[in-house]
T-cell receptor
Framework: DVKVTQSSRYLVKRTGEKVFLECVQD?????MFWYRQDPGLGLRLIYF???????EKGDIPEGYSVSREKKERFSLILESASTNQTSMYLC???FGTGLYYGYTFGSGTRLTVV | QKEVEQNSGPLSVPEGAIASLNCTYS??????FFWYRQYSGKSPELIMS????GDKEDGRFTAQLNKASQYVSLLIRDSQPSDSATYLC????????????FGQGTRLTINP
C-alpha cells in the first residue's frame, strides 16, 4: 500500500514561530500536494509539486512556502505562524497525472497557533 | 458556478436503506471521478473511482456517471452506522491535469 506519512498528528505553536510540516511518501509518486481543511470551507490547495525542486501555487499560498529537495519529501513552511493558520493540514500524493489513481492522503496534522 | 458541487447535507438515512450522494461538475472535458470518505477528525480515503459512463459496483458501493448531464453519484446499499462520514467528490477536469478539484462534501448520517 502507498503510504503518505505526516510527521506530526497534533502540533501547537506560538504566533510568530516558523513552523515546518513534513510529508513523506514511499511509492515514488511524482506529484505531492498540501491542503488545509477548515469547517465549511472544504479542502483548499496551498501548494503542489510535480517534480523535485518544482512547485506551483495553489489557491491560498499566502503565508506559506514549500520545499521539495527529494522526490519522496514535501515540506510546508509557515514563515511566521498566525492564529488564522490554525487548521487541519493534509498532505497528498499522486502518480502521474492522477488521472486513474486519484490521491493518497496522509493522516493529517492538526495545527493550533496560540 | 462552483466547479464541483455537492449537497452539503446533512443527509440522514435509516440503517439498511440506500444512501444516495450526488455531485455535479462544470467542465464537460472532465476525465475521471473519485469518491472519498472522510470520518470526523481523519483524512480522506479513496473508496471509488469511475471513468466511463454507466455504473461501477464495488461491494455495497455503486458509482454512477453520466457525462452528458455532468453528474456523478454514489449509492451505498444496506447502509450501516459505520458509513456515517463526510463524502467528497473529486474530479480530474482536463487531460494532463495534475490536480483534482474537490467538492465541499456531503455529511451522511446513518441512523440505527
Amino acid at each position: 500500500d502507498v503510504k503518505v506519512t505526516q510527521s506530526s498528528r497534533y502540533l501547537v505553536k506560538r504566533t510568530g514561530e516558523k513552523v515546518f510540516l513534513e510529508c513523506v511518501q514511499d511509492m515514488d509518486h511524482e506529484n505531492m500536494f498540501w491542503y488545509r481543511q477548515d469547517p465549511g470551507l472544504g479542502l483548499r490547495l496551498i501548494y503542489f509539486s510535480y517534480d523535485v525542486k518544482m512547485k506551483e501555487k495553489g489557491d491560498i499560498p499566502e503565508g506559506y512556502s514549500v520545499s521539495r529537495e527529494k522526490k519522496e519529501r514535501f515540506s510546508l513552511i509557515l514563515e511566521s505562524a498566525s492564529t488564522n493558520q490554525t487548521s487541519m493540514y493534509l498532505c497528498a500524493s499522486s502518480f502521474g497525472t492522477g488521472l486513474y489513481y486519484g490521491y493518497t492522503f496522509g493522516s493529517g496534522t492538526r495545527l493550533t497557533v496560540v | 458556478q462552483k466547479e464541483v458541487e455537492q449537497n452539503s447535507g446533512p443527509l440522514s438515512v435509516p440503517e439498511g436503506a440506500i444512501a444516495s450522494l450526488n455531485c455535479t461538475y462544470s467542465d464537460r472535458g472532465s476525465q475521471s471521478f473519485f469518491w472519498y470518505r472522510q470520518y470526523s477528525g481523519k483524512s480522506p480515503e479513496l473508496i471509488m473511482s469511475i471513468y466511463s459512463n454507466g455504473d461501477k459496483e464495488d461491494g455495497r458501493f455503486t458509482a454512477q456517471l453520466n457525462k452528458a448531464s455532468q453528474y456523478v453519484s454514489l449509492l451505498i446499499r444496506d447502509s450501516q452506522p459505520s458509513d456515517s462520514a463526510t463524502y467528497l467528490c473529486a474530479v480530474n477536469m482536463r487531460p494532463g491535469a495534475q490536480k483534482l478539484v474537490f467538492g465541499q462534501g456531503t455529511r451522511l448520517t446513518i441512523n440505527p
